[in-house]
């Protein structure tokens, strides 16, 4: 499959080896946003052709992820915005305006066919790749199809439904008493900060674009509330910026926030949108300088998990993904791309890397250097790698219930022990990874933005809107119990008010949810078993390397969903070049 020489081994200490989970379900390049939106789910197909034909399905543990239940959604969404997004087709929406309003459904975020089979599997991969982690199965897992960093808690926003990445964020805490989360796509990732703008167990930095641009958050001075002070890292950047101007921030703010933080385990949100050439995007950066955020941070050896997220150039963005597999594994990809299912897309030049364009970099260096300074002296500010109680550690994400389960769907073996399911040995392992989702318990709630979200099994489900959450669940790191933290329902909002707002939301009376009683003894003894298992369907190594149905670039797909009449002027975001 692959031509001798392709693969070359990376000298230093990120050549190590590392045992790399790769999370990809055949179908998802089959989803279709609509008529000229330009989110397109038929890059993750380009990603994995391109990658198996690199060879390195062969340093890889495939896993087909299963997909998320509506409970494990509503450990941050709000139960009746998830219920919405089950029902919701392209042939009822016209009977359901007033929903589609309240939850942001129908411009940039479209109805269409299959859309909340895509949440879940999106999602589901992004969970999974947090358990791998948690369990110490891999040192790196990876999800492209995730990194969905718009969605909030009660709404969909910028072509993001389901935010993954705060439910993986909320799976690691159950075992890790600090995780950090880095964004690199060149939107804020407004989402996930909001999330966590009150705890210090999270700590989120967004290197995006600021001004006039979407999301329009993201200001220098957003640093936190409350516990969360300082624990939010907004670097804005101006249009142009190149690899040397954007790692001079990346490395020397990642290195303090690394000695100064200390977390258990790093997310890494790599949207491809940052690359110069993207159709939505305004940066200048190369597939080498994307990727060495990566390969700067696989060299810290804390468990990392790598998502996918904005990338609207699709050949750019499968080069981009595929040659960060590489850095991942420890392997250094030739340029001359090998044959592969979408050729032609990457004519005339068949090469893995591009060549920045000649546009003007507007991040002078005293900018930099000064934006570099300010940050640099707010992480003084932090307490040195903050302490969390010991508390009972919520119980680890579990498979349905057999009953719940298709009879021809169900798998085979299970396993008794908490050891990890037997990997398939050859080129292609392939596993179908357990389904996610523990057994929720609630605890009392605070409304508004300083509310704790549904957080994972002890954390509770989050309720209707009006912000009201669960809080109140734990995590474990090295064998020691940790509770999880408080995850905000409401976003920071625009600035000034962020701190009025949160003033007013902490006077309003608190909202009590039941907590759910607690299990035999027994019973808890069993959920952990099966929540650590994490039994799979064996899949035939052919799986892995099949490309599933749907034309090539996914524009034959149905153009029943709210995306075929979209505006090009609807929201800052759909800016660009609609006709790829």
């Given at each position: 499959?692959?031509?001798?020489?392709?693969?070359?081994?990376?000298?230093?200490?990120?050549?190590?080896?590392?045992?790399?989970?790769?999370?990809?379900?055949?179908?998802?390049?089959?989803?279709?946003?609509?008529?000229?939106?330009?989110?397109?789910?038929?890059?993750?197909?380009?990603?994995?052709?391109?990658?198996?034909?690199?060879?390195?399905?062969?340093?890889?543990?495939?896993?087909?992820?299963?997909?998320?239940?509506?409970?494990?959604?509503?450990?941050?969404?709000?139960?009746?915005?998830?219920?919405?997004?089950?029902?919701?087709?392209?042939?009822?929406?016209?009977?359901?305006?007033?929903?589609?309003?309240?939850?942001?459904?129908?411009?940039?975020?479209?109805?269409?066919?299959?859309?909340?089979?895509?949440?879940?599997?999106?999602?589901?991969?992004?969970?999974?790749?947090?358990?791998?982690?948690?369990?110490?199965?891999?040192?790196?897992?990876?999800?492209?199809?995730?990194?969905?960093?718009?969605?909030?808690?009660?709404?969909?926003?910028?072509?993001?439904?389901?935010?993954?990445?705060?439910?993986?964020?909320?799976?690691?805490?159950?075992?890790?008493?600090?995780?950090?989360?880095?964004?690199?796509?060149?939107?804020?990732?407004?989402?996930?900060?909001?999330?966590?703008?009150?705890?210090?167990?999270?700590?989120?930095?967004?290197?995006?674009?600021?001004?006039?641009?979407?999301?329009?958050?993201?200001?220098?001075?957003?640093?936190?509330?409350?516990?969360?002070?300082?624990?939010?890292?907004?670097?804005?950047?101006?249009?142009?910026?190149?690899?040397?101007?954007?790692?001079?921030?990346?490395?020397?703010?990642?290195?303090?926030?690394?000695?100064?933080?200390?977390?258990?385990?790093?997310?890494?949100?790599?949207?491809?949108?940052?690359?110069?050439?993207?159709?939505?995007?305004?940066?200048?950066?190369?597939?080498?300088?994307?990727?060495?955020?990566?390969?700067?941070?696989?060299?810290?050896?804390?468990?990392?998990?790598?998502?996918?997220?904005?990338?609207?150039?699709?050949?750019?963005?499968?080069?981009?993904?595929?040659?960060?597999?590489?850095?991942?594994?420890?392997?250094?990809?030739?340029?001359?791309?090998?044959?592969?299912?979408?050729?032609?897309?990457?004519?005339?030049?068949?090469?893995?890397?591009?060549?920045?364009?000649?546009?003007?970099?507007?991040?002078?260096?005293?900018?930099?250097?000064?934006v570099r300074t300010r940050l640099l002296e707010n992480l003084s500010k932090l307490q040195h790698a903050p302490s969390v109680p010991f508390h009972a550690r919520a119980p680890d994400t579990q498979l349905p219930d057999e009953e719940e389960e298709?009879?021809?769907?169900?798998?085979?073996?299970?396993?008794?022990?908490?050891?990890?399911?037997?990997?398939?040995?050859?080129?292609?392992?392939?596993?179908?990874?357990?389904?996610?989702?523990?057994?929720?318990?609630?605890?009392?709630?605070?409304?508004?933005?300083?509310?704790?979200?549904?957080?994972?099994?002890?954390?509770?489900?989050?309720?209707?809107?009006?912000?009201?959450?669960?809080?109140?669940?734990?995590?474990?790191?090295?064998?020691?119990?940790?509770?999880?933290?408080?995850?905000?329902?409401?976003?920071?909002?625009?600035?000034?008010?962020?701190?009025?707002?949160?003033?007013?939301?902490?006077?309003?009376?608190?909202?009590?949810?039941?907590?759910?009683?607690?299990?035999?003894?027994?019973?808890q003894k069993e959920d952990l078993i099966r929540g650590s298992s994490l039994s799979n369907r064996l899949m035939t190594p052919g799986e892995a390397t099949a490309t599933t149905g749907g034309e090539k670039g996914g524009e034959k797909g149905s153009?029943?969903?709210?995306g075929s009449g979209l505006s090009r002027h609807a929201s800052p975001y759909r800016q660009g070049n609609l006709a790829d």
């Amino acid at each position: 499959m692959t031509s001798t020489g392709t693969l070359c081994n990376l000298a230093g200490p990120e050549g190590r080896k590392k045992r790399v989970a790769y999370f990809y379900d055949p179908d998802v390049g089959n989803y279709y946003y609509g008529q000229g939106h330009p989110m397109k789910p038929h890059r993750i197909r380009m990603t994995h052709s391109l990658l198996m034909h690199y060879g390195l399905h062969t340093k890889l543990e495939i896993f087909k992820p299963f997909p998320a239940r509506d409970k494990d959604m509503c450990r941050f969404h709000s139960d009746d915005y998830v219920e919405f997004l089950r029902t919701v087709t392209p042939e009822n929406q016209h009977e359901q305006l007033r929903m589609l309003k309240r939850f942001n459904v129908g411009e940039d975020c479209p109805v269409f066919d299959g859309l909340y089979q895509f949440c879940q599997t999106y999602t589901g991969g992004s969970v999974g790749g947090a358990v791998k982690l948690n369990h110490g199965h891999s040192d790196i897992a990876i999800n492209w199809a995730g990194g969905l960093h718009h969605a909030k808690k009660c709404e969909a926003s910028g072509f993001c439904y389901v935010n993954d990445i705060v439910l993986a964020i909320l799976e690691l805490l159950k075992y890790h008493a600090r995780v950090l989360y880095i964004d690199i796509d060149i939107h804020h990732g407004d989402g996930v900060e909001e999330a966590f703008y009150t705890t210090d167990r999270v700590m989120t930095v967004s290197f995006h674009k600021f001004g006039d641009y979407f999301p329009g958050t993201g200001d220098l001075r957003d640093t936190g509330y409350g516990k969360g002070k300082h624990y939010s890292l907004n670097v804005p950047l101006h249009d142009g910026i190149d690899d040397d101007s954007y790692l001079s921030l990346f490395k020397p703010l990642i290195s303090k926030v690394m000695d100064v933080f200390q977390p258990g385990a790093v997310v890494l949100q790599c949207g491809a949108d940052s690359l110069s050439g993207d159709r939505l995007g305004c940066f200048n950066l190369s597939v080498r300088g994307h990727s060495e955020c990566v390969r700067f941070l696989r060299s810290f050896n804390v468990p990392l998990l790598l998502l996918g997220g904005g990338g609207y150039t699709i050949r750019n963005v499968a080069r981009c993904w595929c040659y960060e597999t590489g850095v991942a594994v420890g392997l250094e990809l030739e340029d001359r791309m090998p044959f592969n299912d979408y050729y032609e897309y990457f004519g005339p030049d068949y090469t893995l890397h591009i060549t920045p364009s000649n546009m003007e970099n507007q991040n002078s260096r005293a900018y930099l250097d000064s934006v570099r300074t300010r940050l640099l002296e707010n992480l003084s500010k932090l307490q040195h790698a903050p302490s969390v109680p010991f508390h009972a550690r919520a119980p680890d994400t579990q498979l349905p219930d057999e009953e719940e389960e298709e009879a021809d769907t169900r798998p085979d073996d299970r396993e008794a022990d908490g050891d990890a399911p037997a990997v398939l040995e050859g080129p292609a392992a392939v596993k179908e990874e357990g389904k996610t989702g523990s057994k929720a318990a609630a605890a009392a709630g605070t409304a508004g933005v300083g509310a704790a979200a549904a957080a994972a099994a002890g954390g509770g489900g989050g309720g209707g809107g009006g912000g009201v959450t669960g809080g109140g669940g734990t995590a474990t790191t090295e064998g020691k119990k940790r509770p999880l933290p408080e995850v905000s329902g409401r976003p920071p909002a625009s600035r000034p008010p962020v701190k009025a707002k949160v003033e007013a939301s902490l006077k309003a009376e608190p909202a009590s949810i039941p907590a759910r009683p607690a299990a035999p003894a027994d019973k808890q003894k069993e959920d952990l078993i099966r929540g650590s298992s994490l039994s799979n369907r064996l899949m035939t190594p052919g799986e892995a390397t099949a490309t599933t149905g749907g034309e090539k670039g996914g524009e034959k797909g149905s153009e029943k969903g709210a995306g075929s009449g979209l505006s090009r002027h609807a929201s800052p975001y759909r800016q660009g070049n609609l006709a790829d």
